[in-house]
């Protein structure tokens, strides 16, 4: 666009010199032409063609160093390019690494949490196996008479029997007040009853195992004379807070003394 600019200037000037001459040239001939009674009009100077020639000389010279300053920002133009790609090329690199922390952070969050998942899983099982020991300690014996000796019944009706002379009662799941063991885990249980009496013809001698009220075995026995025992016994899969106890059959008689003959007894085989 510059360039184009110097050299319209150029011709305008060469135009305007040639048309100059042209016209003095034109009003001398007409000033000759009048004769001598005329007024002389002194000849006017013509351009000389060297002060045109140094006249494009000039502005030849001014195009040139227009054309080197062009040039030179031109060049300019170009090295800034070149920085600033190399700019963006270091910010593309810095968000790709940027980028790539970001992830791996990401990355190592996530493992922390699942190491803090497994951990907490890992506490809460070794916490499981310690209390499942502590509970899974549970085991009881005891008979039918704190003190004394003698024959209880017979009823006209099944009785729940409080066996109150505690012989063991590790894990306290026994209540001898109540004479109900109560599961305190979920798991298998061993229990045991043995019932003893004299015998007679009109009573006999028998007590049920009972399940949260559900009869689940009987120990029994008739003999008119002598004595006489019965047992059973039966492994059961309690859950947490099920209730075993032991119910006297009805007409029956069962005797204890110092000797525990009447007993029930039961213990935790392993936790489920």
């Known amino acids: 666009m510059e360039r184009v600019s110097v050299l319209h200037v150029l011709l305008l000037l060469l135009l305007c010199s040639l048309s100059g001459a042209e016209l003095q040239d034109n009003e001398i001939s007409e000033q000759r032409q009048v004769g001598p009674e005329s007024v002389n009009v002194p000849e006017q100077p013509q351009p000389c063609p060297s002060d045109l020639h140094a006249v494009l000389r000039d502005m030849s010279a001014a195009l040139a160093e227009h054309r080197v300053r062009i040039e030179q920002l031109h060049a ?26 970001d992830s791996r952070q990401q990355g190592q969050t996530t493992e922390l949490n699942n190491i803090k998942t497994r951990t907490n899983v890992t506490e809460n099982h070794v916490a499981s196996l310690r209390r499942d020991r502590q509970v899974g300690q ?10 004394g000796s003698g024959n209880t019944g017979p009823f006209n009706t099944q009785v729940p029997l409080t066996f109150r002379f505690v012989i063991t ?6 209540n001898p007040d ?25 009573h006999a001698s028998g007590a049920y195992l009972v399940k949260n009220g559900g009869n689940i075995c009987i120990a029994y026995e008739h003999q008119t004379n002598g004595w006489g025992k019965s047992s059973n ?13 032991v119910r006297q059959h009805q007409n029956s008689i069962i005797f204890d003394n110092v000797n525990h003959h009447s007993t029930f007894s039961g213990r935790l085989l392993f936790t489920m």
């Open 76 to 101: 300019l133009n170009q090295e800034q390019e070149a920085k600033l790609g190399e700019q963006e090329a270091k910010l593309g690199a810095l968000e790709m690494k940027t980028n790539d922390v």
């Open 169 to 174: 009662n590790i894990g306290n799941a026994y």
């Open 233 to 245: 016994g039966a492994t059961l899969l309690l859950e947490a807070g099920d209730i075993v106890f």
């Open 178 to 202: 109540s004479g109900f063991f109560t599961a305190p885990v979920r798991g298998a249980y061993h229990f045991e009853l043995h019932i003893g009496a004299h015998g007679s013809s009109s």
């Open 138 to 147: 549970v085991a009881f014996s005891a008979s039918l008479l704190a003190s």
